[in-house]
């Protein structure tokens, strides 16, 4: 069956069966490979995509839930040489490790600073929830979205003045 998704801000035509997983979409047809198979039952949150602007596991998440819905992805945070805060911010508190579970930490984290521009750590904490990392990068972590905030703040800051 033929679907259109859109992806990142960009209009994608797939020949692909509607229940599929919208994770098997995003990494086998657009090769976009930022979201990760995990656990593929809602455990671990590798697979986490924006979907409407909220956090969604899209090894559940069927192709046809996200027709006429914008996807948000890795990919569709920053671009080489212009990363996002949260990007920029994962880098400079070296928050990853083994970075499997990296893509999904910052997709919830990407959602919780639309909607909580300043968030305090237990709001951090309880958005980051549901992702699930064995590393033990989790320190790191939290700093990395309370960097990220700042460096947004600092953003609209600036483009305010």
Do not use: W
């Amino acid at each position: 069956m033929m679907v259109e998704l859109e992806v990142n801000g960009r209009f994608a035509k797939l020949d692909i069966a509607e229940d599929a997983p919208l994770l098997t979409a995003l990494r086998n047809y657009l090769r976009l490979t930022g979201a990760r198979f995990g656990c593929g039952q809602e455990q671990c949150g590798a697979c986490m995509v924006l979907l409407d602007g909220e956090p969604t596991y899209s090894c559940t998440t069927t192709v046809l839930q996200a027709v006429g819905r914008p996807v948000t992805t890795l990919e569709g945070l920053g671009k080489l040489g212009e990363p996002h805060a949260l990007q920029q911010a994962f880098l400079e508190e070296q928050a990853g490790q083994c970075g499997y579970c990296l893509s999904g930490m910052m997709i919830s984290a990407k959602a919780l600073l639309d909607r909580r521009p300043r968030p305090n750590r237990q709001e951090i904490r309880a958005a980051l929830e549901p992702n699930l990392c064995r590393c033990g990068a989790h320190l790191r972590i939290l700093r990395a979205v309370e960097r990220a905030a700042e460096l947004l703040a600092r953003g609209a800051e600036k483009a305010a003045s």
